[in-house]
Structures are given as structure tokens and as C-alpha cells.
């Protein structure tokens, strides 16, 4: 742990740009709001990286009930398969199939001014696939997606 410490200490005092774009790519940030959106269209994170974060907060006031928003990450080919099961799975199952091996990582489903966020292995993507992110809840990928880039 020393070492550890010794090392975040030593990025920190050199404060140099490559330190935080590294950072940057191992954290996926996203707002949805009551209009059925994200933010964001596409994102980038670095398989490198231990532990990808994904940070999902909901600016709406709508209920989850009604406007239910979470991330879901998948390879793009596998993303109509994972919301019809997750239209199956109903608001009980948080329109998420469960334990299905298709889904590489989400966050619980969250209604208006909600936050939450959710951790996976880099390791888990492979750099150059063809993945996205998208919300679960039904019918809400078809605007609530977008392109996830994995660098190396
Ligand atoms: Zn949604």
C-alpha cells in the first residue's frame, strides 16, 4: 500500500496532462434528463484500464416509474437482444435481463435528480470492438444510445 500511495502522490505533484486524460478514459460519465436523452452520443475508455467507473445522474424530475434511466453496455450487436429480454424481465427485474453474460456492465435504473454509478474490468472490453451504451428501459434506446470506443 505504501508503494501505492507513494505512486498517486508522485502523479499528483507532477500534475501533467497524460496523468488526467488517462484518468479520464477509465470513467464514463453520462446525464439522461425527462426528454428521453443522454448527454452524450458517444464515449471512449481504455481497456487498460483495472476498473472502468460508470457515473450515470438523471437532471429530470420525472419518476423511474415513468422516465427510468441506467446504462447498459454491450457489443452494439447485442443490444436489441438485451432490451426485448429486459422488456421481458418488466419494472420488477429493472428491465434488465438478469445474470445475462451479453451484458458487460450496468447501473441500477434511477428516476429524476438520482445518481448512481456502477464498476467493471477493462479487461472485460477488447480494444476496437464495436460496442455501445444504452438505456434498458423500454423503448428508450432508440434515442438513448451511443457509440462506446475502447482504446488500448
Ligand atoms: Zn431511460
Do not use: W
Not at 446504462?71 to 429486459?86: E, R
Not at 434511477?110 to 451504451?133: Q, R
Request: glycine letters at 10%.
Amino acid at each position: 500500500m505504501k508503494t501505492v500511495h507513494a505512486i498517486l502522490a508522485a502523479s499528483a505533484l507532477l500534475a501533467v496532462a497524460p496523468f488526467a486524460s488517462a484518468a479520464s478514459n477509465c470513467t464514463i460519465r453520462l446525464q439522461g434528463n425527462d426528454a428521453m436523452q443522454f448527454d452524450q452520443k458517444a464515449a471512449s475508455v481504455s481497456a487498460s484500464c483495472p476498473k472502468i467507473t460508470i457515473e450515470l445522474t438523471h437532471a429530470g424530475k420525472m419518476p423511474v416509474a415513468a422516465m427510468g434511466h441506467n446504462v447498459v453496455i454491450s457489443q452494439t450487436a447485442d443490444m436489441a437482444a438485451i432490451t426485448s429480454a429486459g422488456m421481458k424481465a418488466g419494472a420488477a427485474g429493472n428491465y434488465l435481463p438478469k445474470g445475462d453474460p451479453k451484458v458487460i456492465a450496468a447501473t441500477a435504473l434511477i428516476g429524476g435528480g438520482g445518481h448512481t454509478s456502477a464498476s467493471f474490468p477493462g479487461n472485460k472490453l477488447k480494444a476496437g470492438g464495436d460496442y455501445s451504451f444504452f438505456c434498458s428501459f423500454p423503448g428508450h434506446s432508440a434515442l438513448m444510445k451511443g457509440k462506446l470506443t475502447v482504446t488500448k
